[in-house]
């Protein structure tokens, strides 16, 4: 997790789909949260502040290059399961 002026930089990335873009949204433990395809990139980061409070979303690809990639193959029906590492948050039933 990278700290800048007291807020955590969550970094962001758009993957268009078949069914409409998804914003996927990570931190440096994992694969933070997802928002559905055609969803609005706010309703994830409204999400994602809910968790961690003050944030800072950085355009940051790269930092969610296997979890894109993933996801990619599973639209193109290469792919089934998923091994990217998750920031798990939440109630512990969320987390189950």
């Known amino acids: 997790m ?3 002026t007291g807020e955590t ?3 962001v990335a758009r993957l268009a789909t078949p069914l409409g873009d998804m914003h996927l949204f990570g931190t440096s433990h994992g694969l933070l949260a997802i928002t559905l395809p ?3 990139r706010e309703d994830g980061e409204a999400l ?3 968790w961690l409070g003050p944030v800072t979303f950085s355009e940051q690809p790269g930092a969610l290059a296997g979890a ?3 996801l990619a193959e599973y ?3 290469q ?3 998923f091994d990217v590492p998750l920031d798990l948050r939440g109630t512990p ?3 189950r």
């Open 68 to 70: 894109l990639t993933q």
């Open 48 to 50: 994602v502040r809910r």
């Open 75 to 77: 639209f193109a029906g």
């Open 38 to 40: 055609g969803q609005p």
């Open 9 to 11: 930089t969550v970094a």
């Open 93 to 95: 039933f969320q987390q």
């Open 2 to 4: 990278t700290i800048t």
């Open 79 to 81: 792919r089934r399961e």
